[in-house]
């Protein structure tokens, strides 16, 4: 039986992965995907769960939209113990981004309105939270990106919506490479997709470039835990852009080294409020930090830590 060359490309992005530190694990099933959550939620939260603990847990994380699965993802997760005691449990360790469980697998099964096989899954803490669709080369990225639009109205919410969990797709067909975040289909656009950049803003479209910066473990935990954004008023996520996230960066190594100004240029239309919104969020968790002020198209944003409230 020939190998067809997308099936190249996918085998080849898992063993890169192997390499960056994932563990492959195999899910063929819901079932096998159950199993392996109740395993890598014990192991992160050094915790022995009874099947009556893990089904709560599993009751719990499972309604809502993909906004409201999302800030549960953020939040602790109460369940009742068999000794009737009251617990919590993380899913994913926001502070200590590295200091997750991190696999990788392929070829997964669900079966929704439609069954669909996904090409390849990374989960975190034994989520599926990135979801990356390939082609073969030479056809158009779109067709990846309507791809993935299938899957979310055929079987995304299948069984427990554990792929309801998702936070960020990749779509590539090896020589083109973008990301964007999990939305609502209706709040999900093309225009919405992003190659990603090193700090001289190259482009980095090849996947095997991509997956050693974007898809390392620790990078993409950072994304997830500190670089997607919960919007409040629309209720989707966003994730943050290249030239965003390296301003972000940039703007906080600037507080924690120097007592002196910083200045960031971007031009129309390329999202500074956002990055200025995402830099004063985290520079209000920091300690010593007591009042940030960012100009934006004229306005004032002026963000406070809770000391000065």
Not at 52 to 74: C, E, H, M, P, S
Not at 158 to 169: D, T, Y
Not at 258 to 263: E, I, K, R, Y
Request: hydrophobic residues 35%; aromatic residues 12%.
């Amino acid at each position: 039986m020939t190998i067809q060359p997308e099936q190249i490309l996918e085998n080849n992005l898992v063993a890169q992965l192997i390499q960056l530190g994932y563990e492959k694990v195999l899910i063929k099933n819901e079932t096998n995907l159950l199993s392996n959550l109740k395993a890598q939620l014990e192991k992160h939260n050094k915790v022995t769960l009874s099947d009556k603990d893990f089904k709560q847990i599993v009751n719990y994380i499972n309604k809502g939209t993909i906004f409201q699965r999302a800030k549960k993802l953020r939040d602790r997760v109460p369940y009742t113990n068999d000794k009737g005691e009251n617990k919590t449990i993380e899913l994913i360790n926001q502070l200590h981004w590295c200091k997750n469980e991190f696999q990788v697998t392929q070829q997964v099964t669900m079966e929704g309105k439609y069954k669909n096989r996904y090409d390849v899954t990374i989960l975190i803490n034994g989520l599926p939270l990135v979801q990356i669709e390939l082609k073969r080369r030479g056809l158009e990225l779109k067709e990846a990106f309507n791809q993935t639009n299938r899957y979310e109205r055929h079987s995304f919410g299948a069984g427990a919506g554990l792929f309801q969990f998702l936070q960020v797709f990749v779509i590539s067909n090896g020589v083109n490479t973008k990301y964007y975040a999990n939305s609502p289909i209706k709040a999900r656009s093309f225009e919405q997709t992003f190659y990603w950049s090193d700090t001289n803003n190259k482009l980095v479209p090849q996947l095997s470039k991509f997956t050693d910066i974007f898809l390392e473990p620790c990078h993409i935990s950072k994304m997830i835990t500190r670089y997607v954004v919960l919007n409040e008023g629309g209720k989707y996520l966003m994730v943050l852009r290249p030239y965003q996230y390296f301003a972000v960066e940039a703007i906080i190594e600037k507080v924690k080294n120097t007592t002196t100004n910083g200045f960031i240029w971007h031009t129309t239309g390329s999202g500074k409020t956002l990055t200025s919104f995402k830099a004063s969020q985290i520079l209000c968790q920091m300690p010593k930090v007591h009042k940030v002020v960012f100009v934006v198209d004229r306005k004032d944003l002026d963000y406070q830590t809770s000391e000065e409230f």
